[in-house]
C-alpha cells in the first residue's frame, strides 16, 4: 500500500490518516509521542465537541501501553514498562548501592528483561496486584498529561491479544471500572484492528512482537487460526547478549570475568544495553537461494511474486549492505572498564539469523512452539481452507516492535517463495512421499498436476508431433492414450496458485481507531453493572454465523409417506417470545430473517396450516420493515458522509483544500461547520433510532414465528396411524359393577394412590404414591435409563428450575393459545427484580434445561451425534384441563419423567436416524412392560413452535374408552432441527465451518401415565391384584403381583 499520498483505503472518510513511524524499542518507544499541536481536531482538547462524544482507545501490550482519542491517525502517548514504572509506593531499592547490578545475578534465559514487561502469558508467576497498579497509574498519568482530560470518558475501547489470559483480563477491566468508573468497554483484537488498519476485512497478521511470533488468520473481521512461536523480541535480545560476550572475551581486561559470567550462567551487558543494539544495528541479510530461485523462477515461468508495498516518501532500504565485512564501532558502558568492540556486518546479521530462521537445524529438530517464523508461517497457510489461504496469502500484514528491522520482512517472504517452490502445498513431506511421487507407476497424477509447461497435443495414434523421438519414447507414449486425453481435459497448472503480498497497516491501535469511527463490530462488549454481576459472563458478543441455505428450518423431504387431511380451523392467537424477559446476559437469538424475507408465502401458509393465525401476517411485515431499514441506512450513510467531510475541514482545513470531496466546505466558517456538525448528528442519532427500532421489530416478530414443517406430517388435525405395539387385549367384565375399573379405583383398592392427601396437601392436581406405587416409579426410572445406556445414551442429573428466557427459547411459553397459565414461574423479591435479575421458573420437562446446558457453547464435529438421557420432576400448570378425562394420574402438576436429548449435525439423513433411534427405544420399553400401544405421525395442529415432525405413542386405557376410544398418550418424539439452537447459540463445527447443530427429544416414560397403565392392564378382578411386568421385578424385589393389603400387614 503505498504511502505517498496516503493510503489507499476503501474508507473515504479516512484518507488523511497517514502511519506515524515507530520508536526505537523493540515492544515500544521509550518516550511519549504526542502528535503536534498546530493541528486542531474535532476530537483534540480543547474542542467544544470533546465533552460530548468522548471515546478513548487504548491499546495494551507486554511492554507498553497506548492512549488516545478514536478517529486520531495516532495514540496520544505511548507509554513504556520499565524497572521505574515496576516500583510501588515504598520500594526504596533505588537507594541500594548494589541495586544497580541486581541485573548481573539473575540467570540467561527467556526470563531476561522481566523488570521491563508488563505483563506475562504465565500469569502463575505473576502479581497481578501489581499490574493493576501499574496500568491505574500509567492510564491516570496519560488522561491528566496528553489526552488532558479530568472526567471519566463515555467509552473506552480496549485493544488486546485475543489471547489474553482471563486473570490479566479481569484485572485490566476491574482497573477500567472500578478506578475510572467506565460505563462500557468493547474489547478488540488486535490481530483484526491490524487487517482493519490496513484497509482489509480479511489478512494474515504476523505479530513479530516481543515475547512470541503469533500468526493469526483474519477472515470478514473474524480470526478463524492463531498459532504462535517463542522466537521473538526476547529470544533476539538474549541472542544479542551471546554476540557481546563473545566479542569480550577477545579483550584482555574483561575475558576472565566474561567467562566466570558464562560459567555461572549470569549476564555480562545490561538489558539497556542489548537492546539498544538490537533496536539500531542488527539487520537480516538476505537468503541465499534468492537470486537462483529467481533465475529458475525466470527461466521456467513459474510465477509467484512477491509485492512488499512500501512508503514511496521513505528512502529505499538496501536488501544488503555492499561490505558485509565492514566494521561498527558499538561502545559497552556496563561493563567496567567500559569497552568499544569492533563488530562486523556479517555478525550483526547472526542474532536475527538465528533467533527467527535457525538455519543451522532441520525443521525436525525443533518441537511445535519454537519452530522457524517461515515454518510458522507456511504451516499455517498450509492448514487454512483454500479460499481463506488464497485470501490471506495476498494480505499479509507484519507488526510488532520486531518487524522494523531492516531486511526482515523480504527474508521471510524469500524463505516462505522457497518453502512453497519445493514443496507446494502438500501437508505430508518426507522421503516416502518423495518416492511415491517419482514413480510414474504409482503417481501419475501428480506429474499432470506438477506440469509447467504447455499441453502437448497428441495425433490420433498418440505419438506427438516430434519427429525426433526414439522408438522407445514413442511406444511409451503410445501405451498411455488415457493419459494424454486427461492432459488435454486438465489444461496445464502451475504448482504455484496465489500471491504472496505484503500490507503495510495502520496498527492495532490505528485500526481500533479506524473502527470506531466506521463501527465495525468489537469483540465483546462489556458493561459496568454487569461485569461486576457475573464478571466475564456479563459480555456481550455479536453475531457470527451465517447457515447456508440447504440448513435451513425445514427438514426436506421426509422420511415416511405422507398424508394431507382438510385444514383445522383457526385458534386464537399464541403469546409472542417477546413476552418473556430477556436479559442482556442471555444468549442472542441468531434467527435466519433473511430466509424468512425472501420466502414470506412460505412461512405465511405454515403458520396458517399449524393454527398460528397472528404470526401468519408477520413474515409480509418482516419484509416491510426491511424496505425502510434500507431506506434508512441509505440516508444514515449520507449522513455520515457529510459528517466526515465536515470533520475533515475542521480537523485540518489547510490539507482539505485540495481535496474535491471538501469543495464544497471550504467556503464555511469554523463556526458554521461546528452548527452543522452537531444538527447532522442529532439527524443521524435520530436515524440510527429508527434502525434499531425495525431491527428489534424483525427479531421479535422472527422468534414469534414458528419452525416449518417436515414434509411428512398431516397438515390439518388428524394424526395418521403408522402401528401398533403389542396384541389388543381382551377385557372381561367386571364381576361387581360391570365397569372397566380405573386406576384411581385400582390404586385406591389396593392402597396405592391417595388423592384425598394431596388435595388437601396441595390442591388439585397434585397426589401421594405409597407402597408399591412408590416404589414401581423408582422402577420405571431405573428400567428406562438401562435401556437407554445400553443405548449408548449417557445419563444427565439436570436442574429443575431455569431462566424463563431459557425456556421461552426451547418454544416453552408462559402461557398458551388461551392466555392461561402454563408454566410455574417463581416470584422474585423487590431487590432482585430492581438490580434485573433474570425471572426463573419450575421446568416443564427435563429437555429445557438439557437444550440450555449447551447454550453459547460450540461442538466439536466428533461430538456429534450427542445423545444425553436425563430423570426430572417436571411441573405444568395444566390450567383449564380439568374434568373427567383428566381424573386420576392422567394429568397432573408435578411428575417425573425420563427424556431423551440429543444434537445432531445439520443433515435430515442422520438427523431422521436419530429419531427413529428414540422411537425405537421407545417401543422396545413400552413393548416390554407389555402395553397395548399405537404409534401416530402427529398434524400440523398439535406441533409445537419447535418441532418440524412429532411422533407420539399412545396407550390403551381401559378406563377411557368413552374418551378417544380409550388411548392416552404416554410418550412422544420430536425433531426440532436448528430452532433450539439458534435461540440458544449452540454452534457446531464442521468442516472447519461454524453452524447450527439440530436437536431431537423424546420421552423414554412418563412415569405417573404409564404408571396408571400398567395398573388397568394388569388388574385381575378375580383375586383383586396387579401383574407387574417381568422386566420390572428385579427393582421390585423379585415381587410377581401387588394385592390387597391385609391387616397383618
Known sequence: MSSGSGPSLAHRSVSNIRTEPGGPGLGAPLSPHTPSRAISSAFGS???????????????????????????????????????????????RAWDPDHKNDWRRRPRGYTWGGDHELWQHDVRSLDLGLVEDKIDRAIREALTKYLLIDSRPRRTSLVLSSSTPLPLLSAVLDVLFSRFQAPTVSLMSSAVMSAVGAGARSALVVDLGWAETVVTSVYEYREIRTTRTIRGGKMLVDQVHGLIQDALLTSPNQAKRIRRDQEQGQHSVSFEECEEVACRLVWCRQAETRDAVAAEQQQHGLGLPTVEEQDESAPASPSAPKQLDGNVDVPVHSVSPPEVLSLTFRRLSEPCENTFFAPQCSRGTFDDNEIPVHHLIYQHLLRLPIDARAVCMSRIVFIGGCSKITGLRRRIFDELSNIIRVRGWDAVEGRATTQYKSNPRLNRGVSRQNTTSPTEIKSPEGITGDSTGTGQEVSRTAADVIEDTLKKREGNYSIFQGQLRSLESLGPWGGASLACQLKVAAMANVDRDLWFQQGAGGASRPSEIDVKVQQRQSLGPGVRPMLRPLPRPSRLARRSFADVKRPSTAPKPIIDIRHIRENPQLYEENCLDRNYVAQSKSPARIKEAFAQWQILQKDSRAIRERSNLLRRQIANPVSSRDDDDCAGTRDLSRENLLAEARILKQKLTTVEQEEAKLVEEMENLALDIPNLTSDVTPVGDEPLLLSYIN???????????????????????LGLLDFAAGGVTSGWGWYYLLDEAAQLEQALIQYALAVATKHGWRQVAPPSVVYSHMAAACGFQPRDQNDEQQIYAIAQSRDDAERGKPELCLAGTSEIPLAAMKAEVTLDASELPMKRVAVSRCYRAEAGARGASTKGLYRVHEFTKVEMFAWTPPYADETGDMFEEMLD???????????????????????????????????????????????????????????????????????????????????????????????????????????????????????ERITRKTLTS
Open 46 to 92: 480543547p474542542s467544544s465537541l470533546r465533552a460530548e462524544e468522548d471515546n478513548i482507545v487504548i491499546e495494551l501490550g507486554a511492554r507498553f501501553i497506548k492512549l488516545g482519542f478514536a478517529g486520531e491517525p495516532a495514540p496520544k502517548t505511548v507509554l513504556s514498562f520499565g524497572p521505574e514504572q515496576q516500583r510501588r509506593v515504598g520500594d526504596f
Open 727 to 749: 396384541e389388543h387385549p381382551i377385557e372381561p367384565a367386571s364381576s361387581s359393577d360391570k365397569v372397566w375399573r380405573s386406576h384411581v379405583h385400582i390404586g385406591s383398592e
Open 921 to 1039: 427405544i421407545q417401543t422396545e420399553i413400552l413393548g416390554s412392560l407389555g402395553l397395548h400401544c399405537r404409534i401416530l405421525e402427529m398434524p400440523t395442529a398439535d406441533l409445537g413452535a419447535s418441532a418440524i415432525r412429532k411422533c407420539d405413542i399412545e396407550a390403551f386405557f381401559p378406563s377411557r374408552q368413552q374418551q378417544n376410544g380409550g388411548w392416552g398418550e404416554v410418550t412422544s418424539a420430536s425433531i426440532c432441527t436448528d430452532y433450539q439452537t439458534r435461540r440458544l447459540a449452540t454452534r457446531a463445527k464442521i468442516d472447519g465451518k461454524l453452524t447450527f447443530p439440530w436437536t431431537v427429544n423424546g420421552t423414554a416414560l412418563a412415569i405417573p401415565r404409564v404408571l396408571a397403565a400398567l395398573l388397568e392392564a394388569g388388574w385381575d378382578e378375580a383375586d383383586m391384584s396387579v401383574a407387574i411386568p417381568t422386566c420390572l421385578q428385579p427393582w421390585m424385589d423379585g415381587r
